[in-house]
Structures are given as structure tokens and as C-alpha cells.
């Protein structure tokens, strides 16, 4: 039975520069931090999540129909006096932010309809390139209990690249699998945390008021890291992003202000297991898997010389020849060459990608001839065979 190779984690490539804090990784840094994003080495980290204070403006408690006490989050760590205090504030740490991703880094930042306007337009204002914006729908989200306005029930996440020109990361492949080979769109659907979830203190109080659901980050670090990475979050609170970073392999590193979070975090991140390297192993993205030249499938008598090509509706063939080019005309021209030129020229298109335009039979059935291209891909990455 072949064995499928295993994926070792790769070395982050983040560059890092002289710094006045070292870069420990699989740590939480206890301080503020715009100071300690400004201490660590420039170009350190290759993913950024940030869950920032909200800025709630809330005026009083808030009570439900049986005149129980919200939950409401109140704390000192959410204030702000003016939307001018919070936007030098959001500006200082995204500033710092954004010096400590690698040019192809990648960030996320989450937030409510009370600050992820004003954060959106501070991001473009700094460079930042606005990927998605992604709607965490809430299944099970607080009911308006004053019946005064839409039951709020979602949070609004902004991708972005740390630059127009960044390559940033987004394992597509990887995202359409786990949606049963439907494109992910930028409607989430996640239940907010609750239950066995949700982080207590030791006298069985909720641990952090906004606690985000392990689901979540679940799918953030999936979509757009790899095992290996090092992922910061500023605003580390209980430590989902450390616990689910742990788990999937990446390495985190995590800043909070207070000493009561962090306690809870570590014991958190702590009892997390991480995954085995096996099943770490996911859908690698088309463009990293190894180079399959179509004259490869000819040598390997996958294609014999001379076969017949044909699109996907059968109107059109394609005769190979024993060089890997095809042949083929429109009545009027011939055209000979690459089965990507070929497929480009007989559409009148600017390009094609021939391995899904041009198809072969099999028994009965026509294939994309990227199909024996993904044979030759898995017979390379067998490296182990068990008689
Ligand atoms: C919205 S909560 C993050 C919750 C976290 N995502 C979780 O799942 O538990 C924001 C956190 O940022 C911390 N914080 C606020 N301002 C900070 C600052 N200037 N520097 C460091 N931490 C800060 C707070 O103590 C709080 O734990």
C-alpha cells in the first residue's frame, strides 16, 4: 500500500532586523501592545489576528424581559473617551502591526458595527490592501432585548495583504474541500462560544468576556497559513488564536495588557493537543504542487502519440504528437503547439489552460486530461511502498 509523505512543517520565511525584544515564539508578551509590536523585529511574522477592544459606547446596564443582568462587556480595557482617542489608538497599533508582517504577510482584523468602519478605512489609509471582508454569521447570536432594533447577529472580519503587491497566502483548495468542493464564500456561519468552550475561572466565572469561538480561528489560520508559520495576536485575551494555532501546527505569539487573561491562556494553550503530521496533511495549493509537463504523460505512455484530444463538448479535437504538441484546425487554419497555446488559439482566446480544455476517453467517459496529470503528481509523492 503506498504511503502518502508526510508534510514537515516549513521554516517560517519570516526575515527578521535587529530588535530590542526578542522573538519568542509559542509565548504571550505581557504589556501594551503598541510598545511591544514596536520592540520585536521588523518583518518577524508571517499572519497577524487581531481582535481589538470594540469601543462599545455602552450607556447603562442592560437587563432581559425577566430583569436578569446582561453580561454586557464593560470592561476598563474597552473604553475610549472620543472616536478620535480610538482612531490614534487603532492607527498606532496597526502602524506597528504592519512593520512586524513580512512583505507577503497577511492580516485579519475582527470587529461590530461599533468600530470595524472606522478600523476598514484606517487600514487603507495605511497601505494595507483590502482582500475580503468576511461576515461571521452568529447561529446563536444575543437576542435586542429593548425590541428597539435588528437582532445584531454578526461581526464583520477585514482580510487584508500587507500590501497591493503582497503574495499573500490563501490555501483555496484547502477551503473548497472542507465546503464539500463548493468555492468558500465570505459568509461564515459559527455558532458563538459557549458550553465546555468557554474559558472559567477557577471560581467558575466566565473567563473573558469575548472569548471567540475556536471555529473560527479554526478556519482563519487554515485559509490563509501553513503549518509552521508564526501568527500574532495583539489582543490575545484568552488565547484562541495560541490554542488553535497550537493545534494545527503553527507557532503563535500572543501580547495582552492583563496578567489575569494571560494565567488563563497558558493553562489553556497548555491543555490544547496538536495535531499529528499525518493529519496536518491537507490539500496543497495547485501552484505549489511539483510541475507536471504534458510531454511527461507521453513518456510515461499515459497519452500514446497520436491519441485524440477533444474539448469538453466533443466539437473539437486534437491529434498528439510524440513531442507533447497537438494539432489541430478550425476548418480554415491549422494550429500546432503547446496544449495550452493550442486550446488558446482554436477559442480566439487570450489563454487557456489546456489541462482542463483538452480531454481524453476512457471507456466510455472523457476526462480532463488533468486527471493523469495528478496520477503522475501522486506517484512523485509516494516515498514509502509496503508490499
Ligand atoms: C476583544 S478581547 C480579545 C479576545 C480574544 N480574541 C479571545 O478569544 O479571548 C481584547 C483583549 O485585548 C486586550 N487589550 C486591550 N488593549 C490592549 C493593549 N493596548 N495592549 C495589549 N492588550 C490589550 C484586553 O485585555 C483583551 O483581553
Excluded at 315 to 340: C, F, L, M, P, R
Excluded at 372 to 383: I, K, S
Aim: glycine letters at 8%; charged letters at 25%.
Amino acid at each position: 500500500m503506498p504511503v502518502k509523505k508526510s508534510v514537515t512543517p516549513k521554516k517560517s520565511t519570516a526575515k527578521s532586523t535587529k530588535s530590542a525584544l526578542e522573538l519568542k515564539t509559542n509565548h504571550i508578551y505581557q504589556g501594551d501592545c503598541i510598545e511591544i509590536m514596536k520592540s520585536l523585529p521588523k518583518g518577524s511574522v508571517d499572519m497577524i489576528f487581531a481582535d481589538p477592544p470594540y469601543n462599545l459606547q455602552l450607556k447603562g446596564d442592560l437587563h432581559r424581559p425577566d430583569n436578569s443582568k446582561v453580561d454586557a462587556v464593560d470592561d476598563a480595557w474597552d473604553q475610549f473617551s472620543s472616536y478620535k482617542e480610538y482612531d490614534q489608538f487603532t492607527r498606532e497599533w496597526l502602524t506597528a502591526a504592519r512593520d512586524l508582517l513580512t512583505d507577503d504577510g497577511g492580516m485579519w482584523v475582527i470587529g461590530s458595527y461599533h468600530n470595524i468602519f472606522r478600523v476598514g478605512a484606517i487600514l487603507q489609509d495605511l497601505g494595507f490592501w483590502i482582500l475580503n471582508d468576511i461576515v461571521w454569521r452568529k447561529s446563536n447570536p444575543m437576542p435586542n432585548f429593548r425590541g428597539r432594533r435588528f437582532t445584531n447577529a454578526h461581526e464583520t472580519l477585514i482580510w487584508v495583504a500587507k500590501s497591493e503587491k503582497s503574495k499573500y497566502r490563501f490555501n483555496y483548495e484547502a477551503m473548497k474541500t472542507m465546503n464539500d468542493d463548493i468555492q468558500m464564500r465570505s459568509d461564515w456561519t459559527i455558532p458563538i462560544c459557549n458550553g465546555g468552550e468557554r474559558i472559567k475561572t477557577d471560581d467558575g466565572e466566565k473567563g473573558h468576556a469575548t472569548q471567540k469561538p475556536e471555529a473560527l480561528l479554526y478556519r482563519v489560520l487554515t485559509a490563509t497559513t501553513q503549518p509552521g508559520d508564526i501568527v500574532l495576536d495583539p489582543f490575545f485575551g484568552s488565547g484562541t488564536t495560541g490554542a488553535v494555532a497550537k493545534k494545527l501546527g503553527r507557532k503563535f505569539i500572543g501580547i495582552d495588557r492583563e496578567d489575569s487573561y494571560i494565567k488563563l491562556a497558558k493553562k489553556r494553550i497548555a491543555a490544547a493537543e496538536p495535531l499529528s503530521e499525518e493529519a496536518l496533511h491537507g490539500m496543497t495549493a495547485k501552484r505549489e504542487e511539483p510541475r507536471v509537463p504534458f510531454g511527461w504523460l507521453i513518456e510515461r505512455g499515459l497519452i500514446q502519440p497520436g491519441a485524440t484530444l477533444t474539448d469538453s463538448k466533443n466539437k473539437i479535437e486534437a491529434k498528439v504528437a510524440s513531442d507533447g504538441s497537438v494539432v489541430t484546425n478550425d476548418g480554415t487554419n491549422q494550429y500546432k503547439g503547446s496544449i495550452h497555446k493550442v486550446g488558446a488559439a482554436i477559442q480566439s482566446a487570450p489563454s487557456c489552460n489546456g489541462w482542463t480544455y483538452w480531454h481524453y476517453t476512457d471507456g466510455k467517459n472523457s476526462f480532463p486530461i488533468d486527471r493523469l496529470r495528478q496520477r503522475v503528481r501522486d506517484e512523485m509523492n509516494v516515498n514509502t511502498v509496503i508490499q
